[in-house]
């Protein structure tokens, strides 16, 4: 009984019957309380971690987005635009010349060399250059040419004089003054295009612009087709002169062609030109 206070144990000793039953009933009842309590704390198991635990949620999904995203789908692509120039009468009376080669330079031009390329990579684009220009290039003329010798130099005039006619459409991001085309980018276009023209006229297929000379007529609107018509002059040697002017096409059957500007320039055959990537070669 060392488990019981000493001044219970001097009770059982002197107290009387009665008393050392009462004791006793006691001393059952803590003996009792302590086994109970004894089984109770080792049968009982550890609570559960909180909530919040790092363990919780090791493997617990994401709960899915409230919004799917717009092209979850795979096999869904965003709407291409509709090309303006497609459904042009213009397109359809060219396509019927024989005399001309349709092509589109900038879709046939090497992948890589797109987004380096200004005109078909920075230019290119919704609301700017909407779709990639529909050029007619004057086939390569395969009879030989004249040579008219009037002094010490000798200039070669080509039978057949190259020439190309473009279709392009201008957005509504490509204006300089609100409302109105950059002059920049008309100027762009015209070396573009005379480059490609000039290229019938070099026997590497390659020129380089050494001056280009743009005067412009009328405002050039956005948001309309133009025709870019263009024309070799000249041939000397490496060096080739070429002239164009370029008309906004009537929107709606109302209006009328107006011609926005004319440009005329000079392209030199480089030395080093059979080196080059052949960007506009035809």
């Not at 080739?240 to 109302?254: P, Q, R, S």
């Amino acid at each position: 009984m060392s488990f019981l206070p000493r001044t219970l144990s001097r009770l059982l000793r002197t107290q009387s019957p009665a008393t050392r039953a009462t004791i006793n009933l006691t001393r059952t009842t803590i003996r009792t309380a302590q086994t109970e309590a004894t089984s109770s704390t080792l049968n009982t198991r550890p609570p559960p971690p909180p909530h919040h635990h790092s363990f919780q949620h090791t493997h617990t999904k994401p709960s899915p987005p409230a919004h799917k995203p717009q092209f979850q789908n795979k096999t869904q692509k965003p709407a291409v635009p509709e090309d303006p120039i497609a459904t042009h009468p213009l397109l359809h009376s060219l396509r019927a010349d024989q005399t001309l080669k349709e092509t589109r330079p900038h879709l046939s031009m090497p992948q890589h060399l797109r987004p380096a390329h200004f005109v078909a990579g920075t230019l290119a684009g919704e609301k700017k250059l909407t779709s990639a220009p529909y050029m007619f290039i004057s086939r390569r003329d395969t009879s030989p040419s004249t040579s008219e010798s009037t002094d010490a130099n000798t200039t070669a005039t080509p039978q057949h004089k190259p020439h190309a006619t473009t279709l392009f459409h201008t957005g509504t991001h490509m204006c300089g003054h609100p409302g109105f085309v950059h002059g920049g980018f008309l100027s762009v276009m015209f070396d573009e295009v005379f480059a490609h023209t000039v290229s019938q006229a070099f026997r590497s297929g390659t020129g380089m612009t050494a001056n280009l000379n743009v005067n412009f007529r009328k405002p050039a609107l956005p948001d309309r087709i133009y025709v870019l018509r263009a024309e070799v002059v000249k041939v000397e040697g490496r060096k080739a002169w070429v002239e164009g002017t370029m008309t906004m096409l009537a929107d709606g059957a109302k209006g009328e062609d107006v011609m926005v500007a004319e440009a005329r320039a000079l392209f030199v055959e480089p030395k080093f030109a059979e080196k080059m990537v052949p960007v506009y070669r035809n």
